[in-house]
């Protein structure tokens, strides 16, 4: 899938892209029936929310799971990526992240690329998140909310809040999200959530400034989030378990389009659980070359 000169000015500008219904019902339904038995694993890599036993984030399901390994490969969500960054890509982090009805909690304002310096060592922001919702969108049921532009600021000072909620963030003052949105256009497009049906997609810079509600709907919010990075630009530490952030620095190699609904072959070492190489964490630097 191959971005147009005006999608890439506007993700200059903006820091983000917002594509309603790119995958059909049918993609959708392949990769939601996969969900509950992922979910129902009481394994280390399903972070639960901090005051119920729903699950906020699982991670590294392309691992796990065929329908969500051929969703790790596929064009129309590694190609968009690949033409902005310029270079080969590889899988830093893969979620699921569930904002479940009545359950889910906030994600506070930061910037991902701001988690992957501090804990990780990523040299630089040529990296980012895209995203497909597993469920409809909507403005009751915790959309992620972006700050236009504000990934122009670069690397913001965050704090890391390990209280707030059962995953920790690196997260962004209150007064500085202020000026941010004031700068972006106050309440006239300062902050933006976009919304729409399951099967909408989304691409966001590293940078880009973004948090989520709660969600007090009746509705579920499921989206899964592929964290893409270039080869060169790879992690310098392992300071946190290859579950949360992969060390297979290899090029991702796309599946053809109609991948999620024909059943090619991939790959899923951790199907019968998790290695023991995979909890194994490190304080120290990586030498390269």
């Given at each position: 899938m191959k971005l147009s000169p005006e999608q890439h000015s506007q993700f200059d500008r903006e820091g983000y892209l917002f594509f309603p219904?790119?995958?059909?019902?049918?993609?959708?339904?392949?990769?939601?029936?996969?969900?509950?038995?992922?979910?129902?694993?009481?394994?280390?890599?399903?972070?639960?929310?901090?005051?119920?036993?729903?699950?906020r984030t699982n991670f590294a399901a392309h691992l796990v799971s065929a329908p969500f390994a051929r969703l790790a490969r596929h064009p129309r969500m590694i190609e968009p990526v690949q033409s902005v960054i310029g270079e080969e890509l590889y899988m830093h982090q893969f979620k699921i992240n569930g904002k479940m009805a009545f359950a889910g909690d906030v994600w506070q304002w930061h910037q991902d690329y701001g988690?992957?310096?501090?804990d990780d060592r990523m040299p630089t922001h040529r990296a980012m998140n895209i995203a497909v919702f597993l469920d409809d969108v909507n403005e009751f049921n915790g959309p992620l909310m972006f700050i236009p532009?504000?990934?122009?600021?670069?690397?913001?000072?965050?704090?890391?809040?390990?209280?707030?909620?059962?995953?920790?963030?690196?997260?962004?003052?209150?007064?500085?999200?202020?000026?941010?949105v004031e700068r972006a256009g106050g309440r006239s497009g300062g902050i933006v959530a976009p919304t729409g049906p399951a099967g909408s997609m989304l691409m966001f810079h590293s940078?880009?400034?973004?948090?989520?509600?709660?969600?007090?709907?009746?509705?579920?919010?499921?989206?899964v989030y592929l964290s893409l990075c270039?080869?060169?630009?790879?992690?310098?530490?392992?300071k946190r378990p290859e579950y949360i952030a992969h060390r297979d620095f290899t090029p991702i190699q796309c599946l053809p389009d109609d991948c999620l609904v024909r059943d090619y072959p991939v790959d899923l070492p951790w199907k019968d659980g998790l290695p023991a190489?995979?909890?194994v964490t490190s304080l120290e630097e990586l030498e390269t070359a």
């Open positions: 219904g790119l995958f059909t019902g049918a993609e959708i339904a392949k990769l939601t029936a996969a969900v509950p038995e992922l979910y129902s694993r009481r394994e280390i890599y399903n972070v639960r929310e901090k005051d119920s036993d729903a699950v988690t992957w310096l501090n532009g504000s990934h122009k600021k670069g690397v913001i000072e965050a704090g890391h809040d390990l209280m707030t909620t059962s995953y920790p963030l690196w997260t962004i003052s209150n007064g500085l999200i202020a000026q941010l940078c880009l400034v973004h948090a989520s509600t709660s969600n007090l709907s009746p509705w579920n919010r499921v989206a270039a080869v060169s630009n790879h992690i310098r530490r392992f190489s995979a909890l």
